[in-house]
Every structure is written in C-alpha cells, then in structure tokens.
C-alpha cells in the first residue's frame, strides 16, 4: 500500500532562510511523488511532481523536490523563505496498483515564515 | 468553468440529518475525485469517478456516503443520517486524464454536525 509520511506538523523559518519540508514515501513499486500547498480558507494546489524522469523536479513559487530512491526520500526545498510561502504543505503519492489514480496525502507540515 | 467549484461552502447539519454536497469540475476533465479532511489532517480519499463510472469507493466511511456523477459531469456526495465524527472539509478535485495525479481541487465544503 502506498502511503507518505512528512516529519514535523509545524516548522518555523525566518525570511530568508532555507525551506525544507520532509517527505518519506512508501510503495512497492515506482511511485508519482507530488507536493501540494494550501492557503488558509483555499484549495490545494499542485507546487511540483515527480513522475519518474528527472530526479530533481523543479515547481512553481522557486520550489523544488529531490526524489532519492536509495532513502525513499521526496523532500521541498527552496533557498530564499518569503513571507508569501506561509500556508500548509502536503505530501502525495500514487503507484501504479491503483492506474496512478489514487493519490494518497500526507498529513501535512504548517510552514510559518518568520520576519 | 475556470476551476472547480463546490456548493455549499459552509453547511451546519443536526445530527441526524441527511445533507448533499456538489461539485462541479473543470469542463472536459474526465476524472472526478472526493476527499474528507478533518481538522489537522491531510486529506483522506473516498472515492473516485472516471466519466460516470465510479471506479474506486474504497475510501467511503460508511453506507451512510454515497455519491453519484449520473452523466460524467457534475457530482453529489450525499451523507445520510449524519454524526458529529462527519464534522469536516470536504474536497472535489477534477483531472483532465487518467493517471497524471495532477488533481484541481475546489474550495472544500466544511460540514459542521451539531
């Protein structure tokens, strides 16, 4: 069974400083890794994907994702905190048991960005 | 339409009482999904659509949920009887083709059961 695990509810960082968000994903099968974002009283979504070509994926907003099979590993980074990146993100995958269809999520890391 | 919209917003139910949620798609997106979100949590699937065909109603709680996509297009998720655990945000979320996990999510409708 598919699932994603990300380390820490809540992380802190001053504007400025580096992002990362953790994401360890389990599936027993070569997975799509997504990152989502939502906005306080807004939908989610799609920040970045991982769909089994480039290991390094690049989104929108200077975000991006590694995708290290050896550590089942899909973390966010980005370099340069802003005050705009504060929002709650979450971590998703699909495999293909399920046709890529269903996506499961994590349970979400709430980012504040500090001034 | 632009994006995916859900109706109502907001909806406080008694205990007890049946309630239906909408969600209308992007226009031409073939794939229609249903997610429940509880306070603090990630959202969690329920079920899946692809045109009219529910394909996947593995995540529904209970015989209570039910939900329908009667001509490929717009959907209802219907909750009958509703208890105070039903208490949460309901996504909609569309996608164009099958198998991308490129999913567009509405607004949510945030269920409230007293």
């Known amino acids: 069974a598919q699932s994603v695990t990300q380390l820490g509810s809540h992380v802190s960082v001053s504007e400025g400083a580096l992002v990362l968000l953790r994401c360890n994903y389990s599936?027993?099968?070569?997975?799509?890794l997504f990152w989502y974002v939502q906005y306080p009283n807004q939908g989610l979504q799609l920040l970045l994907k991982?769909?089994?070509?480039?290991?390094l994926v690049k989104g929108i907003n200077g975000f991006e994702a590694e995708f290290k099979k050896s550590e089942t590993s899909f973390h966010l980074t980005k370099p340069s905190a802003h005050m705009s990146d504060a929002a709650e993100y979450f971590c998703?995958?699909?495999?293909?048991?399920?046709?890529?269809?269903?996506?499961?999520f994590g349970t979400g890391t709430k980012l504040q960005v500090i001034p | 339409g632009a994006g995916v919209s859900q109706s109502p917003r907001y909806k406080v139910a008694k205990r007890g009482q049946d309630v239906a949620l909408r969600c209308d798609p992007i226009?031409?997106?073939?794939?229609l999904f249903w997610y429940q979100q509880a306070l603090g949590q990630g959202p969690e699937f329920l079920t899946y659509?692809?045109?009219?065909?529910?394909?996947?109603k593995s995540g529904l709680p209970s015989d209570r949920f039910f939900a329908e996509r009667p001509e490929g297009s717009v959907s209802t998720l219907k909750i009958q009887r509703t208890q105070q655990e039903d208490s949460a945000v309901y996504l909609c979320?569309?996608?164009?083709?099958?198998?991308?996990?490129?999913?567009?999510f509405g607004e949510g409708s945030r269920l409230t059961v007293l």
């Open positions: 991982y769909t089994s070509a480039a290991t």
């Open positions: 659509f692809q045109n009219e065909a529910q394909l996947d």
């Open positions: 599936s027993s099968v070569p997975p799509y």
């Open positions: 226009s031409g997106h073939v794939s």
């Open positions: 998703a995958v699909s495999d293909p048991s399920g046709g890529y269809q269903k996506v499961t």
């Open positions: 979320a569309s996608s164009l083709a099958r198998g991308t996990g490129e999913l567009f």
